[in-house]
């Protein structure tokens, strides 16, 4: 990974944003389905950024949220930053999707957006049973004094929006009528699929599962929230895009060397994913996972190969320690540095074809360090042990799921679909627990490793 490549970027010259959100209110993750797409969708894409929150959309640019601040320009609007975000990754927000799909995913997201969305408001806003929770979830801020004045003239805005929408200018008896149509519409598009163009999502999903976490996490429930929780299938879909997998995307357009930019972009991810993640998925390049160490830095001498073994090493323990489920997508080459990285990890899925798996430090006339015996011998197979590491065998990728590098094999085009997948799955765990057995099947290395980086 060269200087300029943060780890958490799978997209090159990408530059540092800046992502202005609402936050969260009612026990929400954010209470603007707006504002939790993007996220999602930043997310998704393994791109860097600062999230902020401004609780005034009125101080806003246009007066909503979220905006997008980059390269001193700002981006008012959830639609010009997913085109934003599509033009500098190339093309990745929709990629893989053909026309015909997306025309059905804008036409879904009108529905969620435009419709689906001012029944979730006014499930919110214009129920007098319910209004009280927006007072404190949303104007907590404002002084006792002047609060029910400043929520009146709020409320009564809302409520002349939505009778210029349409909605509000029919009874509660037929807005219901709507709301379960909209709902029946969206639970027939996702049918028994994960999600709805495959195994892995993309932004109709963060849209649709945006406006459903809307509905979906309401805390207490509105009447919309009720409804919607008869709709079992929508309701499993929302809780699998929302599930929050962190990608790492690690792409130098090399061969994904560890340096000590790489350690420290890597270990900055991690932060990141350990505040707003369940479970993480780490990528590589089409063709390499990772080479190695970087051997630029070995060729500066001992002293400059000690420092950073030692603190790759520091970051391989940490992997192998993460209290998330740790998924690796590896799409290639994964040697020395890159088969420990597939050690360190829960879940490793591979793919087929002409690349070597393995730790070839024998060949190349070095001994394996402590941390590298110590994952070896915590995930090899006993019975090729000796091939692995004394012998230095470069493994192909069925030999390496034998081996024990590898966990499963898949065809290159299923890779990303069946990593994230089991990502999702594994975000569904008791986080906790996953965290305590994990430490205590991996106590006895753990501690060897420790005790050997001082």
């Known amino acids: 990974m060269n200087n300029d490549q943060s780890v958490a970027n799978a997209h090159t010259n990408v530059p540092a944003m800046t992502l202005v959100t609402l936050g969260g209110a009612f026990d929400m993750r954010n209470v603007s389905p707006f504002c939790l797409k993007i996220e999602m969708l930043m997310q998704s894409l393994g791109l860097k950024f600062d999230l902020a929150e401004q609780p005034d959309p009125r101080k806003a640019p246009k007066g909503k949220l979220p905006y997008l601040e980059v390269d001193g320009k700002t981006l008012p609007d959830s639609e010009l930053i997913t085109e934003y975000l599509n033009e500098i990754t190339h093309g990745a927000v929709y990629a893989g999707l053909t026309s015909q799909q997306q025309a059905y995913g804008v036409a879904l997201a009108r529905l969620a957006e435009d419709h689906l969305y001012w029944l979730m408001v006014a499930s919110r806003w214009l129920d007098d049973s319910w209004w009280p929770n927006v007072v404190d979830g949303f104007f907590h801020i404002a002084p006792a004094i002047i609060r029910p004045l400043v929520a009146g003239a709020a409320r009564r805005q809302v409520r002349q929006t939505y009778d210029l929408q349409g909605l509000g200018r029919h009874s509660i008896s037929e807005q219901r009528g709507f709301a379960e149509r909209d709902l029946q519409a969206l639970q027939d598009a996702v049918a028994d699929q994960n999600f709805l163009f495959g195994d892995t999502p993309n932004i109709f999903d963060f849209t649709v599962a945006g406006v459903m976490s809307g509905i979906y996490d309401n805390r207490p429930p509105t009447w919309l929230t009720e409804m919607a929780q008869n709709y079992s299938k929508l309701q499993a879909y929302t809780e699998r895009v929302a599930s929050n997998v962190a990608t790492i995307g690690m792409d130098d357009g090399k061969a994904n060397a560890v340096g000590h930019n790489f350690i420290d972009n890597m270990n900055e991810a991690l932060d990141r994913a350990e505040k707003e993640a369940q479970a993480v998925l780490i ?17 500066k001498g001992v002293d400059a190969t000690n420092a950073l073994v030692n603190k790759g090493a520091a970051m391989l323990l940490r992997l192998f320690k993460h209290p998330q489920p740790l998924v690796v997508a590896c799409a290639g080459h994964a040697v020395a540095a890159g088969a420990f990285t597939l050690l360190a990890a829960d879940t490793r899925i591979g793919v087929s074809g002409p690349f070597k798996i393995g730790l070839n430090e024998t060949v190349i006339g070095m001994t394996l360090p402590t941390f590298g015996l110590q994952l070896a011998a915590a995930r090899l ?60 099947v991996r106590a006895p290395y753990i501690a060897v490793i420790e005790s050997s980086l001082g």
């Not at 590589?284 to 630029?296: A, M, T």
């Not at 590098?405 to 999702?424: G, K, W």
């Open 381 to 440: 197979s006993k019975r090729l042990q000796t091939k692995a590491t004394i012998q230095g065998h470069l493994f192909a990728p069925e030999e390496a799921l034998d081996a024990g590098f590898l966990d499963q094999v898949v065809s290159p085009d299923l890779l990303i679909d069946t990593a994230f997948s089991i990502a999702v799955e594994l975000a569904q765990l008791p986080t906790g627990a996953y965290a305590a057995n994990k430490l205590a």
């Open 283 to 299: 990528t590589g390049r089409e063709g390499v996972f990772s080479g190695g160490f970087d051997l630029k830095e070995f060729a």
